[in-house]
């Protein structure tokens, strides 16, 4: 009852964190002029945060993995654009777009091992996260904006990953139950019976037994 409790704790924090998250991404993403590529992957990087969290207000993983699927596949994108869409391949671009991409895979990995694993991964992605926003964003941050607000993007940014594997880490994944059919010890296998019913046909015409007890007894045989 108490891990159920904060099960749904963790999965309400986390729901309205990535809310959030959704929200300052529309604010810092969508209000470039340009309307490109990069555009449309911002807007699904807004769906992706979506979907996660009304799959932790549904508690529903699936939902949570598709959004973490939508945040991996905008990331590998991202990154391909970065190696094959440039003459002139950059290599610390082709870093950063790597590191953006682990955290999302990881996260993908987290919705499907649960348990220990989810709540480790959880730990991971937001210290992964939080070191990204302190490298790229920290001048441009701190300078223009209130020590609060600097507590407040960070949280948005990094700390919904720590709910979300919290949140996970009291799903336990399905065991795989390998059923066999086992034949009890006691009932007689199928060439036992045969076996019987031979000696008693030979019993019959013998003459040893009668027919009528041949059949009661041959009936005895069936029904075991």
């Not at 998250?21 to 969508?30: G, H, M």
């Not at 082709?94 to 953006?100: D, E, Q, S």
């Not at 223009?144 to 948005?156: E, K, M």
């Not at 990953?161 to 390998?178: N, Q, V």
Request: with cysteine; aromatic share 12%; charged share 20%.
């Amino acid at each position: 009852m108490k891990a159920e409790k904060s099960s749904k704790i963790f999965r309400v924090l986390a729901g309205f964190l990535f809310l959030a998250n959704s929200f300052l991404d529309v604010r810092l993403e969508l209000t470039y002029p340009d309307r490109g590529i990069y555009w449309i992957l911002a807007c699904l990087l807004i769906i992706s945060s979506v979907l996660i969290a009304i799959g932790f207000f549904a508690r529903n993983n699936i939902i949570v993995m598709s959004g973490g699927i939508v945040w991996t596949a905008c990331r590998i994108v991202r990154l391909l654009i970065c190696v094959i869409g440039n003459n002139h391949l950059k290599i610390d671009g082709v870093v950063r777009f790597t590191l953006y991409l682990i955290p999302a895979v990881l996260f993908v990995v987290a919705t499907i091992k649960k348990g220990r694993t989810a709540r480790l991964l959880g730990i991971v992605i937001t210290i992964f996260i939080y070191l990204q926003n302190w490298t790229e964003d920290f001048w441009g941050i701190v300078f223009f904006l209130p020590p609060l607000r600097v507590l407040v993007y960070w949280i948005i940014r990094a700390i919904p990953y720590l709910f979300a594997g919290l949140a996970l880490s009291f799903e336990r994944p399905e065991p795989i139950i390998k059923k066999t059919i086992q034949e009890p010890q006691n009932s007689p296998s199928l060439s036992d019976n045969v076996e019987k019913l031979t000696k008693l046909k030979a019993l019959l015409d013998s003459g040893v037994i009668t027919q009528e007890e041949f059949d009661a007894k041959k009936l005895e045989i069936m029904k075991l």
